[in-house]
């Protein structure tokens, strides 16, 4: 704390802005997925917190907001957001959705960006503190997704759909090296997470296997 400064101002492109197809398109196909993972955390936070399904305007709003912020953040240099699947965990515990309460969190963000000090005062809680509250959160994400898997019937098709989303992506995700054989493109695209290649693999299955005729 005492190491960090008062305030801080972002500065606007500290890094020359580059067009390349190479770092393009990857970013693309990740955007893609993210995009998907959105349609999950709000389609959760719909669910947990108010017991229904997100409507088409929902999504595409957040879907929206989330594409802006990426690029806005870009032009002072930071990586790209994506939704905070920890607030599905988090709705759906308190199960407040009040614009109010969000806003307030977004300004505390903000601040914590502006006042290093404060940021400070945050990273110094201890792992154990924030561990048992993820613990709580992460489990409450796993069963907001198993709502949202079971509304549907689990047939044979949408089983066969989700055991090899899930057990592909866990495996990437534990165990990154198993792509140390590949081009780096694909490492980039799947490596480091499993809701990437489990995203991929869940559209291209839904796409590809035949529906099961209605009686």
């Known amino acids: 704390m005492a190491q960090a ?9 500290p890094v020359k802005p580059v067009f390349d197809l190479r770092a393009i398109l990857p970013v693309m196909i990740m955007f893609i997925v993210t995009a998907v993972e ?5 389609s959760g936070v719909t669910e947990g917190g108010m017991g229904r399904e997100a409507t088409d305007t ?13 690029s806005f953040a870009a032009l002072f240099g930071v990586l790209p957001n994506t939704s905070f699947s920890q607030n599905v ?11 109010t309460a969000l806003a ?20 110094i809680m201890p792992q154990s503190v924030l561990g048992g509250a993820a613990v709580i959160m992460f489990s409450s994400i796993v069963m907001s997704g198993i709502q949202l898997i079971t509304r549907e019937p689990l047939t044979a098709r949408n089983m066969s759909i ?8 866990y495996g990437l995700g534990a165990n990154s090296g198993v792509l140390s054989g590949l081009p780096q493109w694909v490492q980039l695209i799947f490596g480091g997470s499993g809701i990437v290649p489990a995203a991929f693999v869940a559209i291209l299955m839904n796409l590809l296997l035949p529906r099961e005729k209605e009686n």
Not at 5 to 12: D, F, G, K, T
Not at 38 to 42: H, Q, R, S
Not at 92 to 99: A, G, H, S
Not at 111 to 119: I, N, R, V
């Open 89 to 99: 965990g988090l709705v759906t515990m308190t199960k407040i959705v009040n614009r």
């Open 5 to 13: 400064s008062w305030v801080a101002v972002p500065s606007l492109l």
């Open 38 to 42: 959105t349609v999950g955390d709000i």
């Open 104 to 123: 307030c969190g977004a300004v505390f963000l903000v601040l914590c960006g502006l006042l290093p000090k404060l940021a400070a005062v945050v990273s």
């Open 162 to 169: 989700v055991s090899v989303a899930l057990g592909l992506g």
């Open 58 to 70: 929902e999504l595409s709003g957040g879907i929206i907001c989330d594409g802006l912020g990426s």
